[in-house]
């Protein structure tokens, strides 16, 4: 399809701009040449950007099991909730927001009641910026103790590659750990890895593979006797909210994905919220002001020096906490276990449909999610785990997450969540098994699929080694 | 897969090409190249770092994903190969003439694998 510059027609425009009320000015850096932009009628900009729509795929458009992404399906009263005037026409300077303050207030109690944290800030913007600012507070309660030798973070092999990235923005060393086995945190290793220069461990429960670490008590005990922090990096919550909580298990600060767990819109449907959890004892560290209440009354409050400061400007993406708040009213303290358990469920149905073909990584009962390893079936027929994932595409299906966990070779990882019913879970797996008897049949026939989709496969080493990040003009 | 006879290898896939008594260069076995697929970026040391072995020294960067580069042993860069700063691809064709870096005042370089190890080695490491 052509780009807005291509259809660009000179001299077109829409008619329903208002006369411009900014008086004009010539400042001395005025650019010389007036700024080649798209000239297009209303017309064209709506078939444009509707074209590009249906290009698209979402949860609104199929089944969509992107493992440890939870795209679970985004309720629409969450948006009308997000679209009230009292949420969308507040500023955050304004201090008499009661409604707003109550909401941000109840969502943060309801958080910590889940997560069995005692205080979270809902300043970042996303996971990544949770992962990091969580960290920023174990670098900073290091340092008022007096412990700037402990600057190393252990993270296991199976973690997200967010956790070594965000450990090393934040000035940490990382030191990974392999698995064992089981696919559970080697506890040998993990002693070997702690010491006077442990400044904490992040690890995801359950982990990549689907698994709970039945350990985990001892793993953060391990940490806390070597005077380490845990983080939770709470990227697979969904598979046990409501049931078990990080707090609980010995971890001392998390970071969750409002757009994961808690409904609001993922990827290109965004923005994130990634708000920050912690313990009683890091809480004078986290970023932004607290809520505090005064004979009914909520009003922001400074956190004091010992906060890492402002992490992003006054509230965070507070619509998505909206969003998210919606989400939790509408469930309840019934429908958020429930959420877990039917996300389990909905992982083991479609994990056994499929296991009579094709081998998974970790035999035995998953959580939410469960990893296939194709390398087998690769070595024997040719045919890769991508070949299959796109082979998906033409079923109407998003592809599961690929090459990931980095420690199962030729890896889909699937995650159904619990907003699928049985009969989608059927016709997916029916789509898999299809797409094993093509494997069998006519192996090769899988190496240039999607057919059906708007592209096939686009050459990703040419556009990674060569990409076209503007549009030249022919003149 | 190749293992040239005159090269010296690493459990974390790097070759070694020893140029005098003191220095070294560096670069990804074939194995490795294979492993990540098409490559599409190179972060190469800057000069003078100082390589200690076994720790992360650089690193490249597929489609598939950006991998660290060990150090098979220490020293100090004293010449990077630029050439691979805008042709990633030499490292898919022609693995063990794209070497990454060039170490002098080198140590540590004892228990480095002859040919013959590193593909028995590679071998276990597939399975």
Not at chain 1, 4 to 13: A, T
Not at chain 1, 340 to 352: G, R, S, T
Not at chain 1, 402 to 420: G, I, K, R, S
Not at chain 2, 33 to 61: H, S, W
Request: one cysteine or more; charged letters at 25%; proline letters at 6%.
């Amino acid at each position: 399809m052509k780009t807005l510059f291509e259809r660009s027609v000179s001299g077109r425009h829409c008619t329903i701009l208002p006369v411009c009320d900014v008086p004009e000015c010539t400042p001395e850096t005025r650019r010389e040449k007036p700024l080649r932009l798209p000239e297009l009628s209303e017309t064209d900009i709506s078939r444009h950007y509707t074209e590009l729509a249906k290009q698209t795929f979402g949860v609104n458009d199929g089944f969509y099991p992107l493992g440890s992404c939870t795209m679970k399906y985004n309720p629409k009263v969450n948006e009308d909730a997000a679209a009230m005037e009292g949420f969308t026409e507040v500023h955050p300077t304004q201090k008499a927001a009661q409604g707003s303050l109550r909401l941000l207030k109840s969502a943060e109690q309801y958080l910590c009641e889940i997560t069995g944290m005692d205080e979270m800030t809902f300043q970042p913007a996303a996971g990544a910026h949770g992962e990091l600012t969580g960290l920023m507070l174990i670098k900073r309660y290091h340092e008022y103790n007096g412990h700037t030798e402990r600057n190393k973070i252990i993270v296991p092999d199976s973690a997200h590659g967010t956790n070594p990235a965000s450990s090393s923005m934040c000035g940490f060393t990382v030191i990974n750990i392999p698995s064992s086995q089981d696919g559970c945190v080697d506890l040998d290793e993990l002693r070997k890895a702690v010491g006077e220069d442990t400044a904490g461990l992040m690890l995801t429960n359950p982990n990549t593979l689907g698994i709970f670490d039945k350990n985990i008590k001892e793993i953060t005990d391990i940490v806390h006797a070597a005077g380490g922090l845990c983080y939770y990096d709470g990227a697979n919550l969904n598979a046990v909210m409501g049931i078990v909580r990080p707090g609980d298990m010995g971890f001392d600060c998390i970071h969750l994905n409002l757009h994961k767990s808690f409904s609001t819109p993922h990827g290109g449907g965004g923005p994130g919220s990634g708000p920050v959890g912690c313990k009683a004892f890091l809480s004078d560290y986290l970023p932004g002001e607290r809520i505090v209440e005064t004979d009914g009354k909520l009003a922001w409050c400074d956190r004091g020096e010992k906060s890492v400061g402002a992490v992003r400007g006054f509230h965070g993406n507070f619509l998505v906490v909206v969003k998210a708040f919606a989400y939790l009213l509408t469930l309840g303290r019934q429908g958020i276990p429930e959420v877990a358990k039917n996300a389990v469920l909905n992982a083991n149905y479609l994990k056994h449909l499929l296991e009579k073909h094709y081998e998974v990584a970790k035999p035995g009962i998953c959580m939410h999610e469960f990893v296939l390893t194709l390398e087998n079936l690769k070595k024997e027929t040719g045919v890769s785990a991508m070949d299959v994932a796109k082979a998906l595409q033409d079923y109407g299906i998003h592809p599961p997450t690929m090459y990931f966990p980095l420690n199962v070779h030729e890896a889909l990882m699937v995650e159904p969540t619990e907003t699928e019913s049985k009969e989608t879970l059927d016709n997916a797996a029916e789509a898999f098994l299809d797409i094993y008897r093509t494997i069998k049949e006519n192996p090769e026939s899988l190496h240039d699929t999607p057919h059906k989709s708007p592209i096939s496969r686009p050459d990703e080493v040419n556009a990674a080694r060569h990409p076209k990040l503007r549009y030249h003009f022919d003149d | 897969m190749k293992t040239p006879n005159e090269l010296k290898y690493s459990k974390t896939h790097e070759w070694v090409r020893f140029i005098s008594e003191t220095e070294a260069e560096v670069g990804l076995t074939d194995y490795a190249q294979d492993a990540l697929g098409d490559l599409v970026f190179v972060n190469l040391p800057e000069i003078d770092t100082t390589a200690a072995k076994e720790e992360t020294i650089c690193d490249v960067e597929s489609v598939k994903a950006v991998s660290d580069v060990y150090a098979p042993l220490s020293g100090t860069v004293y010449e990077v190969n630029e050439e691979l700063l805008d042709a990633p691809e030499l490292i898919n064709t022609d693995p063990y003439g794209a070497w990454l870096f060039r170490l002098n005042e080198i140590s540590d370089a004892d228990d480095l694998m002859d040919a013959d190890a590193y593909a028995a080695f590679c071998e276990t490491e597939a399975h």
